[in-house]
């Protein structure tokens, strides 16, 4: 490891930005927002383009004569059963951002929507922003990440590193040589600060939650912290066993606690209401998903385009930064499986599962803001992290769905931070499969510094600025990646 020049360097700059953050956290939040900014002004086109590319590529793929190839040799079997391949992919692609935004989402679209057109028909244009945000364009970014690694990794014997499939295409030689050092060493750092930022986010979700049921109207300090500490507590065990052991036996947790809260509301709720605004979700998203990914908003006026700016490039911009880290983890637990198997699985299943989620949550918003004149909007606008443990307060039993929304959530970023320090593992010992235990902690350990710096700052902004920032350089190499892909498929025969 101390040999390693693109570990050392990439853990100098995450410990650097670390320091930095201590010294002056108003100063790198001023830095990184102004830089984010400029980004999403000159290339927020770019962006949006690299992810519709993306989806198409993919949905090309799987419906084409290579669907049938398997990612790996051809007589190759899954490693991890459907169930938990699903839940695992889910829970470290988007999970705990599912409770976060969950039901705070939909309403925070609403708020400019209905500046532009009636109540009903804001409250369906809310809908359709938050089903686009975490649809097919994110699970498109995560997959086609994911689905070169494991192609070049089990079928053509390359490490699982990014670089990889560039010296395997293009050859090695100085260019690809630097290009690849430096692909990883963005990897390994864009890694690193997204799932942080999850971390931040998680807990200060977790902090609103605990703070419903104390009945307390602000959070003393030593709740956070104390709340932090047992989070990293908690990872430990999961990085010293196998993925089987640790990772698959909490996602499978934390999903069906999910699940479990989520047709608890369904049944609980105003079931029709939520059902219509699911369907009507549904139907509304096929109808504009593939035209809403050219969309820039370059006509409309300064509140749409902050807003575009501030939620659409935002999160686009936050899963090609997870792109990485979800990408190289599904590729590990994806051998054995066909390329057409694969992407409907990633692309698919992951999608309704979110227009099911937020159609619930979202719906159940929009009944108490226009139907019972519960001032939710409101709500949403002063205590964002809260919104979701406030509705649950209109339900039978919330102290209960309190507490599942608490758990659920912790576990989720455990889970994200196992398998985020399995993946920088993978990179500190030149791809292996099965990264040292000692690694592993080391790089947990890091993740928790990274994490707490963000937790300092306390602004959901900044938090999301540095999200966005380490996706920067991996817009354009995701290019690099697709055409790497493509050369290498027309060489299969089929």
């Not at 369907?279 to 096929?286: A, F, K, R, S, T």
Request: charged share 10%; net charge neutral.
């Amino acid at each position: 490891m101390l040999k390693n020049t693109l570990l050392l360097t990439a853990i100098s700059i995450t410990i650097g930005i670390v320091i930095w953050s201590v010294i002056d956290n108003a100063g790198l939040n001023r830095l990184v927002s102004g830089m984010v900014n400029i980004m999403f002004v000159s290339r927020g086109w770019f962006i949006m383009l690299t992810a519709s590319m993306m989806l198409i590529f993919l949905l090309i793929l799987a419906f084409s004569s290579y669907g049938n190839l398997k990612l790996g040799s051809d007589y190759d079997v899954p490693e991890f059963s459907t169930t938990s391949w699903l839940a695992m992919m889910f829970a470290a692609g988007m999970g705990v951002g599912l409770l976060y935004y969950g039901a705070a989402e939909p309403l925070t679209h609403y708020v400019i929507a209905k500046q532009y057109y009636d109540e009903p028909r804001a409250a369906e244009e809310a809908r359709f922003l938050t089903n686009f945000h975490w649809g097919l364009h994110a699970w498109a970014i995560y997959g086609m990440t994911a689905l070169v690694i494991a192609y070049f990794s089990f079928r053509k014997g390359c490490l699982n590193l990014i670089s990889e499939p560039l010296k395997y295409v293009f050859g090695t030689n100085s260019i690809t040589a630097s290009v690849g050092w430096l692909a990883n060493l963005v990897t390994i750092i864009a890694v690193a600060i997204g799932v942080a930022g999850s971390v931040a986010m998680g807990v200060f979700q977790i902090t609103g939650g605990v703070l419903h049921l104390m009945d307390m109207d602000e959070a003393p300090q030593w709740i956070i912290y104390g709340i932090f500490s047992l989070m990293c507590l908690s990872f430990i065990f999961p990085l010293m066993v196998n993925l089987s052991k640790g990772m698959a036996l909490l996602s499978n947790i934390a999903l069906g606690l999910a699940i479990i809260l989520v047709v608890y509301i369904l049944l609980m709720g105003p079931t029709s209401y939520m059902l219509g605004g699911i369907l009507g979700g549904v139907g509304e998203y096929l109808d504009r998903v593939i035209f809403q990914g050219f969309q820039t908003y370059t006509f409309f006026d300064g509140h749409v385009a902050d807003h575009f700016n501030q939620w659409t490039l935002n999160y686009m911009a936050w899963w090609l930064a997870w792109g990485p880290f979800v990408g190289i983890f599904v590729a590990r637990i994806s051998k054995g499986r066909t390329i057409r198997e694969f992407i409907l699985g990633v692309l698919v299943v992951p999608t309704l599962f979110s227009i099911f989620w937020f159609g619930t949550f979202g719906s159940i918003g929009f009944y108490g803001e226009l139907r019972q004149g519960i001032p939710v909007v409101e709500y949403v606008e002063q205590h964002f992290n809260e919104t979701i443990f406030f509705l649950l307060s209109f339900l039978p039993f919330y102290k209960v769905t309190s507490l599942i929304v608490v758990v659920s959530a912790f576990l989720f970023i455990v889970t994200s931070v196992v398998s985020a320090a399995f993946v920088l593992g993978m990179f500190s010992t030149n791809g292996s499969e099965n990264p040292p235990i000692r690694i592993r902690v080391i790089w947990g350990g890091i993740l928790a510094a990274l994490s707490l710096m963000m937790i300092i700052s306390d602004s959901i902004d900044s938090v999301r600025s540095m999200i966005s920032l380490g996706a920067m350089p991996f817009v354009f190499l995701v290019h690099l990646l697709m055409v790497s892909l493509y050369r290498a498929l027309k060489k299969e025969k089929i």
